[in-house]
């Protein structure tokens, strides 16, 4: 313990000299504190439009109300408004007659969106009555999605920081060091994961709370993330055993990204009937167990289940990866 | 010059492949194209989220959706099943169809926040719905006119052609060069290439020229073996260059700054975070405040579309300001890495 602990307290004291906490702690913190920002922003996304000064000014409030409107002074410049680059249409009037204006790049859904919204403005129909109702308050998918994309990114950022302490290891000859100190290789991986683990999950609580506040029930947050230490270790001990140097462990980290983050996140694209695909990946279980807090809609595998299955399927590598890198280290 | 230029330039190819990029680009092209070939269905929508319940006499809606090519599966029988429907899926939309084509009321159900003016799109579309069956649609009242002909709609998975070139082929450069940074400044490589004939200038388009080269045979297979060879080759040629050119300037610029992965990594993934964002616009091309567009990413993204997939739009200007930015980032990495890298070395 005493060993586990010492070495605990240099990578702990590497890290404070060389401020790697420091942008370990504040990266992610002010990512997610960016992304809390932008996310109000996207789901408000509305359609533009670009028009004409002379157009009649009740038409022009009538378009207010259903998305941003830019005036411009002739049809020439709102042509042009047009043409740039981002996602704008025109309505201008000529020959007496409204015109919808596009570019020409817009899918079909776009355009028909438009033409649903001059259809409904110049019918003036009144007899169709609308009723909104709304199932719950909470934010759009989208926020949920980025949150736990978030939260998954700091757990990779916490487990491959403290592999690269084991590639540094590797390069300066330390590691030959502990190989022949009492050090068991159970020892030697408890103490890479426990400083990880420590970062990592306070980072993830506190993304989650920059970007969702207190909306989720963080003993279940707190209960995945502690049951995801074995895999939060297994990327750090990835990259500590694959790579010699720091060029092999940015390749390492350039394959260990899509399969960690990427490929969970796609499961929500592929169709359900091809998601077994997935079930041997213990990322894929923590994403779903995180789905269950983020998402208020229920899950086809619940909490409990998925965060077992997280904790079982990682152990399982673990313990598999602990014997190579045993050997590979030369540990005991 | 030029010599100096090719000797250094095989050194870092060798150390590139020595270390397994090499491998590694070849495990990720094999899983990006067996994605986008298998695994990414041709339209992302599966299937139609709509459930809609219509409790009027006539049933004229439920006819006409069905008729429209709607699944059965999403005609349900009464307001708790769409709410349940709602409730299970956080992608559906309950439709509640009341009254008459005369008088017709709808119960729109959903989930979470929706703001006014996405709640007038709703209803636009819904009334727009309804003069379609009752045949008083008032589509002559006004005209579309486009700019350039249509575009054909382009196939959903190949969309992610383009994202792939920008974050996967591109940042290559952004975050090798600082790593041969790192690698150099621990072995004293900067060290002996001060006192070498080598000047900065060399140092940083050596490294350029790797990151170009591995970026154009990574970029081209991507391509080739996705999308095929319907496309403008040269421009492609030339976005890849200019794109890999860039992004090792601004790798460059960071890197300098620092000693090691450990220090580099989180402040490194999270300016290639800030730079994924312009794939939100891509998504929703609606968003694109100005602080997005000036993300170098975006309007190489827009470029790649264009040279993928032609809708016949003009982008001189935008690749004339990615040529400015790239001069700019090499001035800025020259002159970082003269007064800051090389007098580490010393």
Same mark, same amino acid.
């Given at each position: 313990?005493?060993?586990?602990?010492?070495?605990?307290?240099?990578?702990?004291?590497?890290?404070?000299?060389?401020?790697?906490?420091?942008?370990?702690?504040?990266?992610?913190?002010?990512?997610?504190?960016?992304?809390?920002?932008?996310?109000?922003?996207?789901?408000?996304?509305?359609?533009?439009?670009?028009?004409?000064?002379?157009?009649?000014?009740?038409?022009?409030?009538?378009?207010?109300?259903?998305?941003?409107?830019?005036?411009?002074?002739?049809?020439?410049?709102?042509?042009?408004?047009?043409?740039?680059?981002?996602?704008?249409?025109?309505?201008?009037?000529?020959?007496?007659?409204?015109?919808?204006?596009?570019?020409?790049?817009?899918?079909?859904?776009?355009?028909?969106?438009?033409?649903?919204?001059?259809?409904?403005?110049?019918?003036?129909?009144?007899?169709?009555?609308?009723?909104?109702?709304?199932?719950?308050?909470?934010?759009?998918?989208?926020?949920?999605?980025?949150?736990?994309?978030?939260?998954?990114?700091?757990?990779?950022?916490?487990?491959?920081?403290?592999?690269?302490?084991?590639?540094?290891?590797?390069?300066?000859?330390?590691?030959?060091?502990?190989?022949?100190?009492?050090?068991?290789?159970?020892?030697?991986?408890?103490?890479?994961?426990?400083?990880?683990?420590?970062?990592?999950?306070?980072?993830?609580?506190?993304?989650?709370?920059?970007?969702?506040?207190?909306?989720?029930?963080?003993?279940?947050?707190?209960?995945?993330?502690?049951?995801?230490?074995?895999?939060?270790?297994?990327?750090?001990?990835?990259?500590?055993?694959?790579?010699?140097? $720091?060029?092999? !462990?940015?390749?390492? @980290?350039?394959?260990?990204? +899509?399969?960690? *983050?990427?490929?969970?996140?796609? /499961?929500? =694209?592929?169709?359900?009937?091809?998601?077994?695909?997935?079930?041997?990946?213990?990322?894929?279980? $923590?994403?779903? !167990?995180?789905?269950? @807090?983020?998402?208020?809609? +229920?899950?086809? *595998?619940?909490?409990?289940?998925? /965060?077992? =299955?997280?904790?079982?399927?990682?152990?399982?590598?673990?313990?598999?990866?602990?014997?190579?890198?045993?050997?590979?280290?030369?540990?005991? | 010059?030029?010599?100096?230029?090719?000797?250094?330039?095989?050194?870092?190819?060798?150390?590139?492949?020595?270390?397994?990029?090499?491998?590694?680009?070849?495990?990720?092209?094999?899983?990006?194209?067996?994605?986008?070939?298998?695994?990414?269905?041709?339209?992302?929508?599966?299937?139609?989220?709509?459930?809609?319940?219509?409790?009027?006499?006539?049933?004229?809606?439920?006819?006409?959706?069905?008729?429209?090519?709607?699944?059965?599966?999403?005609?349900?029988?009464?307001?708790?099943?769409?709410?349940?429907?709602?409730?299970?899926?956080?992608?559906?939309?309950?439709?509640?169809?009341?009254?008459?084509?005369?008088?017709?009321?709808?119960?729109?159900?959903?989930?979470?926040?929706?703001?006014?003016?996405?709640?007038?799109?709703?209803?636009?579309?819904?009334?727009?719905?309804?003069?379609?069956?009752?045949?008083?649609?008032?589509?002559?009242?006004?005209?579309?006119?486009?700019?350039?002909?249509?575009?054909?709609?382009?196939?959903?998975?190949?969309?992610?052609?383009?994202?792939?070139?920008?974050?996967?082929?591109?940042?290559?450069?952004?975050?090798?060069?600082?790593?041969?940074?790192?690698?150099?400044?621990?072995?004293?490589?900067?060290?002996?290439?001060?006192?070498?004939?080598?000047?900065?200038?060399?140092?940083?388009?050596?490294?350029?020229?790797?990151?170009?080269?591995?970026?154009?045979?990574?970029?081209?297979?991507?391509?080739?073996?996705?999308?095929?060879?319907?496309?403008?080759?040269?421009?492609?040629?030339?976005?890849?260059?200019?794109?890999?050119?860039?992004?090792?300037?601004?790798?460059?610029?960071?890197?300098?700054?620092?000693?090691?992965?450990?220090?580099?990594?989180?402040?490194?993934?999270?300016?290639?975070?800030?730079?994924?964002?312009?794939?939100?616009?891509?998504?929703?091309?609606?968003?694109?405040?100005?602080?997005?567009?000036?993300?170098?990413?975006?309007?190489?993204?827009?470029?790649?579309?264009?040279?993928?997939?032609?809708?016949?739009?003009?982008?001189?200007?935008?690749?004339?300001?990615?040529?400015?930015?790239?001069?700019?980032?090499?001035?800025?990495?020259?002159?970082?890495?003269?007064?800051?890298?090389?007098?580490?070395?010393?």
């Amino acid at each position: 313990m005493k060993r586990i602990i010492s070495i605990i307290t240099q990578d702990l004291s590497t890290a404070l000299r060389d401020n790697i906490l420091v942008y370990m702690l504040i990266a992610p913190l002010l990512l997610s504190f960016g992304a809390s920002m932008l996310i109000p922003s996207v789901e408000d996304t509305s359609i533009r439009f670009a028009v004409e000064n002379s157009l009649q000014k009740e038409l022009v409030m009538d378009l207010r109300e259903y998305g941003e409107v830019e005036e411009y002074d002739s049809i020439d410049e709102v042509r042009n408004r047009v043409e740039k680059n981002d996602a704008i249409v025109g309505v201008v009037e000529g020959e007496g007659k409204l015109t919808l204006l596009f570019e020409g790049n817009e899918p079909q859904e776009v355009i028909d969106t438009y033409k649903a919204v001059l259809s409904n403005i110049m019918s003036n129909k009144s007899n169709v009555d609308v009723q909104h109702k709304s199932l719950d308050q909470r934010g759009s998918i989208l926020k949920e999605f980025i949150t736990i994309a978030m939260i998954m990114t700091t757990l990779m950022i916490s487990g491959v920081i403290s592999g690269f302490n084991i590639v540094a290891e590797r390069e300066s000859k330390a590691i030959n060091a502990i190989a022949v100190s009492p050090l068991t290789t159970r020892g030697y991986i408890m103490a890479r994961g426990i400083l990880s683990n420590i970062i990592a999950i306070i980072l993830a609580i506190g993304s989650s709370i920059i970007l969702v506040s207190f909306n989720i029930d963080y003993s279940n947050l707190l209960i995945i993330l502690i049951l995801s230490s074995f895999l939060t270790t297994l990327l750090g001990l990835i990259v500590g055993a694959f790579a010699q140097n $720091q060029l092999t !462990a940015i390749a390492v @980290i350039k394959l260990l990204t +899509p399969l960690y *983050v990427a490929i969970p996140m796609l /499961s929500f =694209l592929i169709p359900d009937r091809l998601s077994f695909l997935l079930y041997w990946l213990p990322n894929y279980w $923590q994403f779903q !167990a995180l789905s269950n @807090i983020y998402f208020s809609f +229920p899950q086809e *595998v619940t909490f409990l289940n998925a /965060s077992i =299955l997280t904790f079982i399927t990682s152990g399982i590598y673990l313990l598999l990866f602990s014997k190579y890198l045993g050997k590979k280290l030369n540990l005991r | 010059m030029l010599k100096g230029l090719m000797n250094l330039f095989k050194k870092d190819m060798i150390i590139a492949l020595r270390n397994s990029l090499f491998w590694v680009l070849i495990v990720t092209l094999i899983l990006m194209i067996g994605m986008v070939r298998f695994l990414i269905p041709d339209e992302i929508q599966l299937t139609d989220n709509r459930l809609i319940f219509d409790n009027s006499q006539d049933k004229a809606l439920e006819k006409a959706l069905l008729y429209g090519g709607l699944s059965e599966e999403n005609i349900l029988q009464s307001e708790e099943e769409v709410i349940e429907g709602v409730r299970e899926n956080s992608q559906s939309i309950g439709i509640i169809y009341e009254g008459s084509l005369e008088s017709p009321r709808f119960t729109v159900v959903h989930h979470g926040k929706i703001n006014p003016q996405q709640k007038k799109l709703i209803d636009a579309s819904l009334k727009g719905l309804m003069s379609a069956l009752t045949g008083t649609n008032t589509e002559e009242a006004y005209q579309l006119e486009f700019i350039r002909p249509q575009a054909p709609p382009i196939s959903k998975k190949l969309t992610t052609i383009p994202t792939l070139l920008v974050f996967e082929v591109l940042i290559l450069g952004f975050m090798y060069i600082a790593l041969f940074m790192f690698q150099e400044k621990e072995e004293g490589s900067i060290r002996a290439y001060r006192i070498s004939p080598g000047n900065t200038s060399q140092y940083i388009l050596s490294k350029t020229l790797v990151f170009t080269v591995v970026g154009l045979v990574y970029g081209f297979s991507l391509v080739l073996l996705t999308v095929g060879t319907d496309f403008n080759f040269l421009y492609l040629a030339l976005t890849i260059v200019l794109g890999s050119a860039l992004y090792t300037f601004l790798g460059g610029i960071v890197g300098v700054f620092f000693n090691n992965i450990s220090e580099w990594f989180a402040i490194g993934v999270s300016l290639l975070v800030i730079n994924m964002i312009p794939i939100i616009s891509s998504l929703y091309p609606a968003f694109s405040p100005k602080f997005v567009t000036y993300i170098p990413s975006y309007s190489i993204l827009l470029i790649f579309n264009e040279i993928l997939f032609p809708t016949g739009k003009q982008l001189f200007s935008t690749t004339l300001a990615i040529v400015a930015l790239t001069i700019v980032a090499y001035i800025a990495c020259h002159l970082l890495v003269e007064n800051k890298l090389m007098k580490e070395g010393r």
